[in-house]
Structures are given as C-alpha cells and as structure tokens.
C-alpha cells in the first residue's frame, strides 16, 4: 500500500497570504489528523477528521481550518499567515475502526514545510 | 507543568548499550503512542499501547496507568537508532497531546 503523501513538500509564502496544504491517506483509512511541529513548541495537534467529519479541534485560532472530501482526502487551510505559522505540518492517517484517532496506529506522511517571510 | 514529560531530554549511549527513555503524562488517556522521528522529519508510529506491554524486535514498551508512566527501551542499541523519540497520549477527546521529545545519540 502506498504511504500517506503531503503536496506541496515545501512552500514559501509571506505574511498575510493564505495557503492550502493537502493529504492523501493511506487507502481505506478513514481518519486523519493534522499537526504543526515548531521548535518552540514542539508537535501539536490542530484536528481530526472522520468521514468528513471534524470529531476534535486543537487549541489554534481559527485561521486555521480544514475539510476532509469523501474519498478521506484532507486539505488544510491556514488563512492571514503570520511568522509564527512557518513550521512543518503532518498529517497522519489512521483506519479509524477503534472509532478514535487518537487510539488507532497512526502512519504519518513526510510533511510540508512552510516558510513565512 | 507539561501534560506530558519526557526525560532524559538528549541520551548519548554505546552502541550495544541497554537504553530506557521514560514519559510522565498528567492527564486522562485513552491510549499512549512512542514515535520515532529521524533528522528531515518523517515519523514513525512504534507503539500503541492502552496497558501492559508490548515488544517489536529489540524495542520494548510498558505502561502503567495508575502511576501514570511509560517506559521505552532499546535492547542492544545501534547507531541507526539514533532519533528523537516522542511520546503521545491520546485523549478521550480524539486528541493528541505530546512529549517534548528525547533526542538519541547512539555512537560507534
């Protein structure tokens, strides 16, 4: 089976621009969670989805948003960005049969690294 | 005080030393993750475990809820297992909350 993939693998925008990164799960996994890994603070966690569904939401403004499609790939949307956005975003898959992500196997993709300037 | 600890922050070791990396979480879980993530980023799901313990070649998870503490160990260590090692635990709210990370160095 092929892995999770992430497009773009890089980016490079400035402040006050939007940008929409994208996942691709592992086929047949339903759920998928996106996190943001800085230096400063490490890996946290932005949300989840769910059969398009958003189940949990992490403790971000909301410039940052997303959407999960029917075929379970997931676009994340981070609107306004500002210097304090430039990290490497994951995002991971999981089958979701234990009804959580959070208590699923998560197989992560490579990331996307933004950069803003 | 961060919900979840990790300790030591970095590790340097032998290779062929025995190796123990410990997580400290504060909060309620549904299950807890080790991760593995080498220099460029990729990540890598080694453990999921709610009790007990679980044993993937020479790396050994354990968990104890009621002290609310987890263990990873290295049996044998290698220098191709020199990574940051991140513990997660898992909420009851489908959230992921996250160890700082221990950065491991296994030298020749």
């Known amino acids: ?117 | 005080k961060n919900e979840v600890e990790q300790s030591p922050q970095n590790l340097t070791a032998q290779e062929g030393e025995f190796i123990t990396i410990n997580c400290s979480y504060s909060v309620g879980i549904s299950a807890l993750h080790w991760l593995q993530q080498h220099p460029g980023g990729g990540i890598v799901s080694l453990f999921m475990l709610s009790s007990g313990k679980k044993k993937h070649g020479r790396l050994i998870a354990t968990i104890n809820i009621q002290e609310k503490h987890s263990s990873l160990h290295i049996t044998a260590s290698h220098p191709r297992d020199s990574a940051v090692y991140i513990c997660a635990v898992g909420g009851n709210n489908n959230d992921m909350r996250f160890g700082a990370g221990t950065r491991l160095t296994v030298k020749p």
């Open chain 1, 1 to 117: 089976k092929a892995g999770v993939t992430q497009t773009p693998r890089y980016l490079i925008k400035t402040r006050g621009q939007q940008v929409t990164l994208s996942c691709s799960p592992i086929s047949g996994h339903r759920s998928v969670s996106w996190y943001q890994q800085t230096p400063g603070q490490g890996l946290q966690f932005l949300f989840e989805y769910f059969s398009e569904t958003q189940r949990n939401k992490g403790n971000f403004p909301g410039r940052f948003s997303g959407r999960q499609f029917s075929n379970s790939r997931s676009e994340m949307n981070v609107s306004t960005l500002e210097l304090g956005d430039s990290a490497l975003y994951l995002c991971a898959s999981s089958g979701g049969t234990s009804g959580r992500g959070s208590t699923d196997t998560q197989y992560f993709g490579p990331g996307t690294r933004l950069t803003v300037l």
